[in-house]
């Protein structure tokens, strides 16, 4: 059966210049996301397939749902509930995005679809992907202003993991411009988790005199060729970035970090009727982690395209946000026809650290039974005239 596609938004439609975003049921995927440039043109600043029957084949998550659990789990298993479980090993010996069988490959039900939001529904049964518990999903994709929202809420009937992400791959240039190197990244924490030989996080580590010193914005490229010249051992091992930046551990707020903060759409509070962080938007009871009304969202994460003054601002109410500039994409065929390779685009993942399920220093992505999880991500996009830095010239494909 070929994959829906539904669009939410008004962009290109006549109306004044806006955001519009395309969706398939097939993975409850992202096909596109266009906002208009500094001269007002419409731009598609995501990565994609040719069409959506190509997603059938894609191993690079192009615009997905990740779940149940998001990124790696080292040697593929994890104790719940005093119980140990064997997850499946699709990555030498780890667990990698819950794969083979993800979420990303699954048919989804649309429940709901307006002009402006469609809502996506999921069922993951006991013992799918080796998790306990039935897990009940919905993912709602809404547009309003110049902002995307995605929020994505479950229940599971046995205590389990709970770490979804959306996996879209952003290159605000526009999605066959080439590479993403002359673009500005900004990450608003001190810290990291370098990793080991497997990709498995080590404990954090300060930013600062490094190449993941993203604190003040920085043109990936610049960043990227500062890593190689020190020969660190990090940006070889990755070819580039594949480590998660981190906000919130076992502890707490990190105080070097950005914090929650109030969340807000179009000047609503998050206790308003029909906000996405309203206590009732979902009809589900508040998690632990997560109170009912939301300690709103914080701000991950600034990327900015000299060539299209597209800037995109990424909050969330994750604990990290796992940036990937793609190393390990090649030749992977595209929506306008052009090829995709390493740095085409990049991945900023919000959830839990890799592997937090095993590591108790970590904020945990286990999910009590008869507990709620809620993860809501925004993308805010803005038009900028110029830069913080002089525009490095894009290095071709």
Known sequence: MTPMTMRIGNAGDGAEPGISAQVTDYGARLMSVVVPDRDGNPTNVLLGPPSAGDYEHDDCYLGAIIGRNANRIAGAR???????????????????????????????????????????????PDGDQGFPGTMDIRARYGVAGNALDLVIDADCDRTTIANMTNHAYWNLSGE??????????????????????????????PVEGTAMDFRTPRVIGEALRS?????????????????????????????????????????????EPGHP?????????????KPANGNGLRKLASAYSPRTGIRMTQYADAPAVLFYSAGFMDDVPGT?????????????????????????????????????????????????????HQPTPAVKD
């Open 78 to 124: 994890c104790a719940i509930g005093g119980k140990t479980y064997q997850l499946s090993a699709n990555e030498g010996t780890n667990s990698s995005h819950s794969g083979p069988d993800g979420y990303e490959h699954r048919r989804w039900t649309v429940i709901e679809h307006g002009r402006d939001s469609m809502t996506l529904a999921l069922t993951s």
């Open 176 to 205: 066959g411009s080439g590479n993403m190197l002359d673009q500005e990244l900004q990450i608003f924490t001190d810290r990291f988790c370098p990793t080991d030989e497997r990709f498995i996080p080590l404990p954090h580590a």
């Open 227 to 271: 890593g190689l010249d020190a020969s660190d051992a990090q940006i070889l091992a990755a070819r580039g970035y594949n480590h998660a930046f981190v906000f919130e551990d076992a502890a707490g707020q990190l105080p070097g970090a950005a914090a929650l903060e109030p969340s807000r759409l179009d000047g609503s509070k998050p206790d």
């Open 277 to 289: 962080d309203a206590p009732d938007a979902s009809g589900a009871s508040g998690s632990p982690r």
């Open 336 to 388: 306008s026809g052009h090829t995709y390779g390493p740095s085409a685009g990049y991945a900023l993942e919000p959830g839990f650290v890799p592997n937090s399920i095993n590591d108790p220093s970590e904020l945990s992505p286990k999910l009590p039974a008869g507990q709620h999880y809620r993860l809501h991500i925004r993308w805010e996009f803005t038009v900028n005239d110029r830069s913080t």
